[in-house]
C-alpha cells in the first residue's frame, strides 16, 4: 500500500477514534455526572411561579413596565417600581448578545452614561447620586449577570416596599434569603441573586 495511502488511512482513524472519545464518550460522561451532583445547574437553573418557567438564576434579565405603545420600537422602557431592578446591560439583557459595552474609563461615552444613570437611578429610588452603588452604574463583563450588589438592593428596598405596600421587614428578610456569599468563600462580594428575588417577591400575598 502506497505511503501516501497509509498516512491518510491512519489520520481517517485517528479522526474517527478521537471523534467517538471527545465529542460522545466525554460529553455524556460529563452530562451524567453533572446530572447526579447538580442536576438543577445542568438543566439550566430554571425558575418557576405558580408552575410556570419565568427565567432562569444564572441569567438576568429586565423588569419593566408593559409599553404604552408596543408597536413603537423606539419607546424608552420605565423601570417597574414594584421590582428590583438588575444591574445595566449592554445588550439589554439579550442572552444571545453575551458581551460587555467595550467602553474603558476615558470613553466620554461611558461617562455620560454612568452620570446618566447616576441621575436616573437616585431619582427612581428617592436617594442622594452621590449614594448609588457602583454596580448600578457600569454593566457586568457578560451582561447577563443576575446578580446585584447587597448595597443596590437595600437602596431598592424601600421603593419596592412602598410601590407593593409590603412591610419593610418583609422586603428586607427576601434580600437576605436570596443573598450568596462570596464565591469559595473568599473570591469576590456577596450578591443578591435579582431574578429569584422577584420571583419570591411575585409570589407574596
Not at 505511503?3 to 491512519?10: A, D, G, K, Q
Not at 430554571?46 to 419607546?75: C, F, H, M, R
Not at 457602583?134 to 437602596?155: E, N, R
Request: aromatic fraction near 6%; avoid cysteine.
Amino acid at each position: 500500500m502506497p505511503t501516501i495511502v497509509r498516512t491518510h488511512l491512519t489520520a481517517l482513524r485517528m479522526l474517527l477514534v478521537m471523534t467517538v472519545i471527545l465529542g460522545l464518550a466525554y460529553p455524556l460522561l460529563v452530562t451524567g455526572i453533572s446530572q447526579v451532583a447538580f442536576p438543577a445547574k445542568a438543566d439550566g437553573s430554571i425558575v418557576t411561579s405558580a408552575g410556570k418557567e419565568v427565567g432562569s438564576g444564572l441569567l438576568g434579565q429586565t423588569y419593566d413596565l408593559p409599553k404604552k405603545n408596543p408597536a413603537d420600537p423606539d419607546e424608552a422602557a420605565r423601570p417597574d417600581p414594584q421590582f428590583f431592578q438588575p444591574r445595566p446591560s449592554a445588550y439589554g439583557y439579550d442572552p444571545k448578545s453575551s458581551g460587555a459595552s467595550n467602553l474603558g474609563p476615558n470613553s466620554e461615552d461611558l461617562l455620560k452614561a454612568v452620570q446618566e444613570r447616576r441621575a436616573a437611578v437616585a431619582a427612581f429610588d428617592g436617594v442622594d447620586p452621590a449614594s448609588v452603588p457602583p454596580d448600578a452604574l457600569t454593566s457586568s463583563g457578560s451582561g447577563l449577570d443576575p446578580h446585584i450588589s447587597v448595597a443596590y438592593a437595600k437602596q431598592q428596598a424601600a421603593r419596592v416596599a412602598r410601590a407593593r405596600n409590603l412591610p419593610r421587614t418583609t422586603v428586607d428578610a427576601l434580600v437576605e434569603k436570596y443573598t450568596d456569599g462570596r464565591s469559595l468563600g473568599f473570591l469576590g462580594q456577596a450578591g443578591v441573586n435579582v431574578v429569584l428575588l422577584n420571583t419570591a417577591l411575585g409570589e407574596q400575598k
